[in-house]
Every structure is written in structure tokens, then in C-alpha cells.
């Protein structure tokens, strides 16, 4: 067994959630007060708090000597510091100053992202300091949250963090939070935090050279999506989501609702596709790279012009048709950051959620980490209604006997890439 002892460094450390996002600041406005004044300590603040507890542990057992006084200098200055901790408040004088957060709301597994806090104020740069939430176990920042500066583009100051995430998660972490330096520089002034940092970690989408499916290995995909100007008909109208082509924004729907819309097309000749990620299996190496390879595949066949009609992940059923092109690449990305292994595969309910979607299909791609007898029954009953079965294995060790439309792939050829599927 495989211990990732990462992990297990943090393992009293939950992943935040949105429920534990909503819970996470104390309702007592006396406890809000002395977690503040916890967090509000510098790194100077703590060393000198560390040492004056160990001197007044000294200073009982010799009473008679000088230690008391060194104890209680350093008390005082502690509680000097923290008596005026409220005239050096950010959001007092004629104009008050605001923070905001400038952040993605996606982030790539493993990839940087940065993360700007904008500081509107007249308080000169150098007498700010910049504090971030704390991360989760995956989490790592690449740097420290760098020193206020004026930026011309921006309206005030700005500093600038470097965070990296090495697992896929929805998260809802704490605020960055902006206080003002105080004499001594044992603690800061009360903070002005800004809104919450959320952002989705997806996976990044395995790289393949080749997808043999009805419609990318032909080229008659792409050609399609050429020709479907004036081919398609009007099927209706939805909100619009991110990633949707401006094109295709309605001007009443959005005049008469006050929400942008966008019109959505039907052609009886595209090609589609149904895209099934089997989550049964354990959490480990092989179900990552299972969520890459899914990733990849769906990337794969919106960027060849090939429609996806309907996207399973595990429990999650996602009946929608994309469209050709890019446009449908976040909602995918999103499903695939919040899947988790499964400890059943049901055919049965798998297989009738799947049916009803496949007119029109014209292939059908199984990520899976698992090969038995129910994954083939369940492929070849999608092959009787006309869709082409094709299955991405992921795992350490090939099964002796496998169909010709199951590619076996190790999580080591997905990191390295150029998978031919």
C-alpha cells in the first residue's frame, strides 16, 4: 500500500467546502475578537510571545531576580501594542479604504495560479502588509504574499500571490486579508479582508494524437461545422453560459428577461457523442489520470467539431448538447473537478441513463479503471443501437484478454501524453 504521507501530514485538515465556508468565521463577537488578535500577530510577534512565555516560566521559579521585570516589559509592549490596535484601522478617515480580490475562478491541476489583491487607499504601500487564507492539504503557495506596490493599471496598490493545487477540488477558501503595520511590528491593525477566494481545480486534459471515433477520424466533423451556417435549425433559447460564442446571443430574450441569452441549434447531421466516466474504483494514481484522460477526450472531440450530447460522471448525468467547438469545455472541466471514486458500478442504472440519449449518436467513450464482463455487456448493448464503442483503461496492469476497441493506458503514458485512443 501506497502511503502519501503528504497527505497524512494533513490529515486533520478538512477540505473547504461551501458548508464549511458558511461556518467558518465564529458568530461569538467575543471569540471573532481574540481569533482577529491571533491572526493579526506578525512573525516578529511570535517569536517575542514564544519568549516572553518562557520567561515568565522563569521568572515564577526565580522570583527574586531580574527575570520578572524583562516579563513584564514585554507584556507591556504587547499590551501597548494591541491598545492601539484600533487607531490604526484601514477603513477610518474621510476616505476609507476598500479591497477586492482580482483571481481565475479555474485553475489547472498542478499549473500557477496567481492571485492579485487590489488595495484602493492613501495609505502609503510599505506601511500595508497582505495576509492569505489557509490552504488545504494539496495546496502549496509559491511564494509569499508579495509587498504592496503601486500599479498604473489598477486603481491603488496591489500585491500579487503565486498559488499551486496538486489535486481537483471545489473550494471555498478563506479571505485575503490587508492590515496596517504598527509600531514595534508585533501585530497589525485590525484587517479588511476581501471576498472569499473560490475557485474549481480541474484536471488537465490528457494530450491525444489520435480519437478513432465516427466523425474525427473521418474529418467530417470539422467539415460540418464549416457548412452549418445556414443548416441548423432553431431549437430554442437558454441563459448563456460561460464559454458561449457572442454570435449566438439573442437581443429579445435578453431584452424581455434582463438575462443574457443565447440561441441553441439542431442538425440532424451532426455528428455527436456520449462521453461515460466510470468513477467505481479507489482513489489513487490510476483514477487521476482516468479524470485527464476524460478531460482529454472531451477536449479532444469539441476541438475536432465533434458535438457532445451527453456527459456522465459517475452519479452526475449531465444531458446537454454542447455544440460544436470549445464552447462547452468548462462545464466539462467543472464536472470532472468534483468527481469521486465510487465503491459500486451499476450497469443497470448507468445503461438507462445512457439510452435514452443515443439517437443521433454516433459513438459512445467509456474512461474507465476497471475491465470486467458488465463493462463489455454495457459497451456492446450502445454498439446494437449504432453508437462505436471505444474505451480508455486506465491502470497498472493490463488484463490478459482485452476487445480491440479498449486502448489500456498506465497513468504514466497519460502524464507523458500523445495518447492515441
Same mark, same amino acid.
Given at each position: ?272 457523442? /456520449?462521453? %461515460?466516466?466510470?468513477?467505481?474504483? *479507489?482513489?489513487?494514481? +490510476?483514477?487521476?489520470?482516468?479524470? !485527464? @484522460?476524460?478531460?482529454? &477526450? ?66 459512445? /467513450?467509456? %474512461?474507465?479503471?476497471?475491465?470486467? *464482463?458488465?463493462?463489455? +455487456?454495457?459497451?456492446?448493448?450502445? !454498439? @446494437?443501437?449504432?453508437? &462505436? ?33
Amino acid at each position: 500500500m501506497k502511503l502519501d504521507w503528504e497527505r497524512l501530514n494533513h490529515v486533520l485538515i478538512p477540505v473547504p467546502t461551501a458548508a464549511r465556508r458558511r461556518n467558518r468565521k465564529p458568530t461569538s463577537e467575543s471569540v471573532r475578537r481574540l481569533v482577529d488578535l491571533a491572526f493579526s500577530l506578525t512573525p516578529k510577534g511570535q517569536v517575542v510571545l514564544v519568549i516572553a512565555s518562557l520567561v515568565g516560566a522563569i521568572a515564577i521559579a526565580l522570583p527574586a531576580s531580574r527575570v520578572p521585570f524583562f516579563f513584564g516589559l514585554t507584556i507591556s509592549l504587547f499590551s501597548v501594542s494591541v491598545g492601539m490596535r484600533r487607531r490604526f484601522r484601514l477603513d477610518r478617515g474621510s476616505r476609507p479604504s476598500r479591497v477586492s480580490l482580482v483571481s481565475p475562478s479555474r485553475a489547472t491541476v498542478g499549473e500557477a495560479l496567481t492571485v492579485r489583491v487590489v488595495v484602493d487607499t492613501e495609505e502609503p504601500p510599505d506601511t500595508l502588509t497582505v495576509r492569505g487564507p489557509f490552504l488545504p492539504w494539496f495546496a502549496r503557495y509559491e511564494n509569499k504574499p508579495e509587498a504592496l506596490r503601486e500599479d498604473r493599471t489598477e486603481k491603488g496598490v496591489v500585491s500579487d500571490t503565486v498559488v499551486r493545487f496538486s489535486r481537483r477540488a471545489d473550494l471555498h477558501l478563506g479571505a485575503f486579508a490587508v492590515a496596517k503595520r504598527m509600531p514595534f511590528d508585533l501585530v497589525t491593525g485590525p484587517s479588511l479582508e476581501t471576498e472569499a477566494f473560490r475557485v474549481t481545480i480541474v484536471p488537465k486534459p490528457a494530450r491525444l494524437t489520435s480519437l478513432d471515433l465516427p466523425g474525427i477520424a473521418d474529418g467530417t466533423a470539422r467539415e460540418a461545422g464549416f457548412r452549418r451556417g445556414g443548416s441548423r435549425d432553431l431549437a430554442g433559447v437558454r441563459e448563456y453560459r460561460e464559454g458561449d460564442r457572442v454570435r449566438d446571443l439573442c437581443a429579445r430574450a435578453w431584452a424581455r428577461t434582463g438575462i443574457p441569452h443565447v440561441r441553441e441549434y439542431d442538425d440532424p447531421e451532426e455528428a455527436r457523442a /456520449v462521453v %461515460v466516466v466510470d468513477t467505481h474504483g *479507489e482513489e489513487g494514481d +490510476a483514477f487521476e489520470a482516468a479524470m !485527464s @484522460v476524460a478531460a482529454g &477526450v472531451s477536449e479532444t472531440c469539441l476541438a475536432s467539431g465533434l458535438a457532445l450530447r451527453l456527459v456522465v460522471v459517475g452519479d452526475a448525468v449531465h444531458p446537454f448538447d454542447i455544440g460544436r467547438g470549445r464552447e462547452g469545455r468548462f462545464t466539462v472541466l467543472d464536472a470532472l473537478a468534483v468527481a469521486e471514486p465510487s465503491k459500486v458500478f451499476d450497469r443497470a442504472r448507468l445503461e438507462a441513463r445512457v439510452m435514452p440519449h443515443l439517437r443521433g449518436v454516433s459513438g459512445v /467513450v467509456l %474512461v474507465t479503471t476497471k475491465w470486467d *464482463e458488465d463493462r463489455a +455487456a454495457l459497451m456492446r448493448k450502445f !454498439s @446494437v443501437h449504432g453508437a &462505436v464503442p471505444r474505451v480508455a483503461l486506465v491502470g497498472d496492469r493490463r488484463p490478459a484478454t482485452l476487445p480491440a476497441y479498449v486502448r489500456f493506458v498506465r497513468p504514466s503514458e497519460v502524464a507523458s501524453g500523445g495518447l492515441a485512443l
